[in-house]
């Protein structure tokens, strides 16, 4: 039995120990031209009432790996995800206190912005590159009209991956990175895909650039942020990487 419980434990941890085989540090970078739509507060549409449509919005990250067994990689990225316009109510809402009547123009401000703290293991390291972990989300900005603001201040925890299958010889890969989560009638998830290619000289630092497509969706009760969003962003980046 004993023997038994050895050899599980090692098929376990084998693929993890096999798979991170050198410390490695990645940043990167760039831009997401992000559209949104969907509503907020009291189904106030952000594209018809509020005028919201969307904007550029930035994306960095860095992540650390290292051969330590059982110990997961670090990953920590900061997304900033806002825009602000000038818009006609169709409908009389109460938010926050104040109460604004249908054809009144307002003033909005919706920030989604969020970091991203990730644990993750590289479960396969091959050509195939597949890693699996969790993120702790957590929402920094807010909603404002006409200047009354209510902060979204929230904390998520979602299931995370990624895959990414190369090229050999060429530095060219595709790939893609996810993170969702579902709980009583809330969701987020967070999907993306992208074309890439990076140089291989096989001597550090290694460089490369990234072409995707993103999609992003919360959809969140007052209960739980303070303000009922029910939003989505989606759109094209492009990222610069590095590999030290």
Same mark, same amino acid.
């Given at each position: 039995?004993?023997? &038994?419980?050895?050899?599980?434990?090692?098929?376990? &941890?084998?693929?993890?120990?096999?798979?991170?085989?050198?410390?490695?540090?990645?940043?990167?970078?760039?831009?997401?031209?992000?559209?949104?739509?969907?509503?907020?507060?009291?189904?106030?549409?952000?594209?018809?009432?509020?005028?919201?449509?969307?904007?550029?919005?930035?994306? *960095?990250?860095?992540?650390?790996?290292?051969?330590? %067994? +059982?110990? %997961?990689?670090?990953?920590?990225?900061?997304?900033?995800?806002?825009?602000?316009?000038?818009? /006609? +109510?169709? /409908?009389?809402?109460?938010?926050?206190?104040? +109460?604004?009547?249908?054809?009144? /123009?307002?003033?909005?401000?919706?920030?989604?912005?969020?970091?991203?703290? &990730?644990?993750?293991?590289?479960?396969?390291? &091959? #050509?195939?590159?597949?890693?699996?972990?969790?993120?702790?989300?957590?929402?920094?900005?807010?909603?404002?009209?006409?200047?009354?603001?209510?902060?979204?201040?929230?904390?998520?925890?979602?299931?995370?991956?990624?895959?990414?299958?190369?090229? %050999?010889? /060429?530095?060219?890969?595709?790939?893609?990175?996810?993170? *969702?989560?579902?709980?009583?009638?809330?969701?987020?998830?967070?999907?993306?895909?992208?074309?890439?290619?990076?140089?291989?000289?096989?001597?550090?630092?290694?460089?490369?650039?990234?072409?995707?497509?993103?999609?992003?969706?919360?959809?969140?009760?007052?209960?739980?942020?303070?303000?009922? #969003?029910?939003?989505?962003?989606?759109? #094209?980046?492009?990222?610069?990487?590095?590999?030290?």
């Amino acid at each position: 039995m004993r023997k &038994t419980v050895f050899t599980a434990i090692a098929a376990l &941890t084998m693929p993890i120990a096999a798979h991170a085989d050198f410390i490695g540090v990645y940043v990167g970078g760039g831009a997401w031209i992000s559209d949104f739509s969907g509503d907020i507060i009291a189904d106030l549409s952000l594209d018809n009432d509020l005028n919201i449509q969307g904007d550029t919005s930035s994306y *960095i990250y860095a992540a650390f790996e290292h051969p330590v %067994p +059982l110990l %997961p990689n670090i990953k920590v990225a900061k997304t900033r995800l806002d825009d602000s316009a000038v818009g /006609t +109510l169709s /409908t009389d809402v109460d938010f926050n206190g104040e +109460l604004y009547v249908a054809n009144e /123009t307002v003033a909005t401000e919706l920030d989604l912005s969020h970091t991203d703290l &990730t644990l993750y293991y590289e479960i396969i390291d &091959t #050509v195939l590159d597949f890693d699996l972990g969790i993120t702790a989300r957590y929402f920094n900005g807010d909603v404002g009209l006409n200047g009354n603001r209510e902060a979204i201040d929230l904390v998520l925890p979602m299931l995370y991956g990624r895959a990414k299958i190369g090229l %050999p010889f /060429t530095g060219t890969y595709i790939g893609g990175e996810g993170n *969702i989560i579902s709980y009583s009638g809330n969701q987020l998830s967070d999907l993306s895909v992208h074309v890439g290619w990076e140089t291989e000289n096989f001597i550090l630092p290694e460089f490369g650039v990234q072409l995707g497509y993103r999609q992003f969706t919360l959809d969140v009760s007052e209960e739980d942020a303070d303000v009922a #969003v029910d939003a989505s962003a989606d759109g #094209v980046f492009v990222n610069l990487t590095a590999h030290f």
